[in-house]
């Protein structure tokens, strides 16, 4: 895979990145909403102007408008723009922390706010890597609605299927569990409606013979909404709210194996994990939930 001019793995420049900023302004459209209803949820109402927007379903507002040719060889923007110019060929999603402050109205206007907060190379199993962590604050008017720490991790060409990774283990018992049958339409869809071009949600054989996958990949956000789609089924009809969520990828999951989500309630707090038909565990994440506002009248 090739990479554009100016790439590098030299820390004092890639350090130049910390601290650039951006900022993107967006109504949360109701159309919107009521399309990712349709994918993710389909046997709900639909949604009105005023209702609030569920957790997690920001990543299909603020898409910025990249033009094609300027886009690199895996589909996402070229680096060195906002994101540093990584010299390591495979971006991936590591992780995401959630801060709910107040909830999301259909219909208003935000302004999210974004960083490069921090920048760290290490050595993994699967060679060199570089993390990225973004900080993203959406407001409405002066009013912090969520913050997000996103993690970005980036890699060397390792063919996936070839890696050898030793996976924590996946927890023993769960409250209750759904298998999730994955499809090409389902990830054309989120692909879609988040204006995520990055090939190996889509581009199947550009996922064998260049990434080294044997699947689309499905996306990390949308396995972080399945997630959190399965809390709020929990918690329905209750005096619940949720505070924080924290989510790591471990593992990636493909668009022709089913898998499986888990829940498991604690005090204070629930554990949700996924895992793939070989019993791998794919994504883990802690919910954190509160008892601070009546729960919504849909």
Request: aromatic share 8%; proline share 6%.
């Amino acid at each position: 895979m090739n990479l554009q001019p100016g790439a590098t793995l030299d820390e004092e420049i890639l350090n130049r990145w910390i601290g650039n900023i951006r900022e993107h302004r967006d109504t949360i459209d109701l159309r919107q909403a009521n399309l990712l209803r349709a994918t993710l949820e389909p046997d709900q109402a639909d949604f009105k102007t005023g209702d609030q927007l569920p957790d997690g379903w920001h990543w299909v507002y603020f898409a910025e408008p990249v033009n094609i040719n300027e886009l690199g060889q895996d589909g996402h923007a070229a680096r060195g723009g906002f994101l540093p110019p990584v010299a390591l060929p495979k971006r991936m999603w590591a992780g995401v922390r959630l801060k709910f402050h107040q909830p999301i109205i259909i219909g208003e206007e935000v302004v999210k706010k974004s960083e490069v907060k921090r920048i760290t190379r290490k050595t993994g199993r699967s060679g060199e890597l570089c993390f990225v962590t973004v900080n993203h604050k959406i407001y409405s008017g002066s009013t912090l609605k969520l913050e997000e720490d996103h993690d970005i991790v980036y890699r060397g060409t390792t063919p996936s299927r070839d890696m050898k990774i030793a996976l924590p283990a996946a927890p023993g018992h769960s409250d209750c569990q759904i298998t999730i049958n994955p499809s090409p339409i389902l990830l054309f869809r989120y692909s879609a409606l988040t204006f995520n071009s990055h090939r190996i949600h889509y581009d199947l054989d550009y996922c064998r013979n260049v990434e080294g996958y044997p699947g689309l990949v499905l996306h990390a956000p949308l396995v972080v909404n399945l997630m959190l789609g399965l809390a709020r089924s929990r918690f329905s009809g209750r005096n619940v709210t949720f505070s924080e969520f924290n989510q790591e990828s471990i593992y990636p999951l493909y668009h022709d194996n089913p898998f499986v989500l888990h829940f498991k309630m604690e005090p204070g707090h629930c554990q949700i994990w996924a895992t793939n038909s070989d019993q791998r565990l794919a994504a883990r994440a802690t919910l954190t939930v509160s008892q601070e506002c009546a729960p919504e009248n849909r």
